[in-house]
Every structure is written in C-alpha cells, then in structure tokens.
C-alpha cells in the first residue's frame, strides 16, 4: 500500500502561502495604524497651536494706557 505524498505537500505549501498573506495584512493594518496615530499627533498640535492664538486674540495683553489715562490724574 502506497501513500500519497503529493496531497500533503500541496496543503503544506498552501499553509504556508496563507501564512505569508496572513502577516502581509497584518503589517498593513499596523501600518495604517502608525500612520492615523502620527497623523492625530499633528492635529492635536494644530489644535493646541489654534487654541493659543484664539486665546491670544480675545485675551490682547495689558497696555500702559490705562495707567495714563486723564482720569488717573487729580484735578486742579
């Protein structure tokens, strides 16, 4: 009695083919992975970046005009 060697074979090397695809589709999902986590780092610093400058916008810094004003002075 013989044994078919060539049946065994086939499913070894489609193992392995399904193996290859397999760590192929998970290095593309770890890529697009990567590459939303960079990308959500730079719009959070865009954010934080456009905070500030609404912040500086509605909140101008103090001047020395108010410290000049006529009314601060006494009346003669």
């Known amino acids: 009695m013989k044994i078919d060697l060539s049946a065994t074979r086939t499913r070894k ?10 760590l192929i589709l998970l290095a593309l999902v770890l890529s697009f992975i990567i590459a939303n986590i960079f990308t959500l780092s ?6 934080k970046r456009l ?3 609404q ?3 509605i909140n101008p ?16």
């Open 13 to 22: 090397c489609q193992d392995g083919i399904a193996s290859v695809i397999m």
């Open 42 to 47: 730079e719009l959070h610093n865009n954010v």
């Open 51 to 53: 905070e500030k400058q």
């Open 55 to 57: 912040i500086r916008r």
């Open 61 to 76: 810094p103090a001047t020395n005009a108010s410290t000049n004003s006529a009314s601060a002075q006494p009346v003669k």
